[in-house]
């Protein structure tokens, strides 16, 4: 039903799962959860598959919050739960028992901690809120809040691998404007001449490794090669799909 990261398990103070698509009680194409409340999904399996979720955490259904997320470099600090979900795609808190859920199903989710002074984050990173800066923001929003950047842990979680990630020619002309050096993230596609296979997770990594913080770990895993666990956007499009399920990452201060 859900991964644990050793580098925030070990940390009694925090809790933390990303969650798979198994446990839930969706069906068809959201079997089984789906944790998307934007999803064509019956919204009350998605309420119930969440209720799963904080279960697993611990926690009140009432305390799981996630946001509208629109690729954004937006970072808010939340203190309760939202009334209605704001447009952003990082969230950091210093609440005890209050859990950040980042849905994804290919972009990158990321969550940090800053154990010693309670403070934890949750990030939406696909390539545009990577290229534009959301990881840097989810930071400064945890300084705000206390967290001090060489204390902090960050995992990235299940995200569509290089080998399923092929972009065309505009794609790669972006990130090389921003920087040159990017093109380390790029190689040539096998498949289709001028396009080329973009590797997320290594340039979320680097950019996390460069934002001066403790640790950086990255679970390895490619949504889109496995069916099984993950919901993929990019799978659901080949296989031309009428819509796909969302997975759930979520992190929290230890009540």
Known sequence: MFIEAPE????????????TRKGGVSEGLYASL??????????AR???????????????????????????????????????????????TRVPGLALGILTADCGPILFADPV???????HAGWKGALTGVIEATLSAMEGLGAERTGIVAVLGPTIGPQAYEVGPEFRERF??????????????PE???HSLFDLPAYIV????????????????????????????????HRSEADYGRLVSAIAVTP
């Open 8 to 19: 925030l398990s070990s940390h009694s103070e925090i809790r933390h799962a990303f969650f």
């Open 34 to 43: 789906n944790g998307g409340l934007g999803s064509g999904d019956d919204p």
């Open 46 to 92: 998605v309420r119930e598959n969440r209720r799963r979720m904080t279960a697993q955490l611990a926690l009140p259904p009432e305390n799981l919050v996630s946001l509208y997320q629109i690729h954004s470099a937006e970072a808010l600090v939340v203190e309760a739960p939202f009334a209605e979900r704001p447009r952003a795609d990082a969230m950091a």
């Open 117 to 123: 002074n309670r403070v934890v984050g949750a990030a």
């Open 176 to 189: 090389e404007a921003a920087d040159p050096e990017n093109t380390r993230y790029f190689a040539a596609s």
């Open 192 to 194: 289709r001449e001028s």
């Open 206 to 237: 680097a950019r996390l490794g460069r934002a001066g913080i403790g640790e950086v770990a990255n679970l390895g895993l490619c949504t889109y090669a496995d069916p099984d666990r993950f919901f993929s956007y990019r799978r659901t499009t």
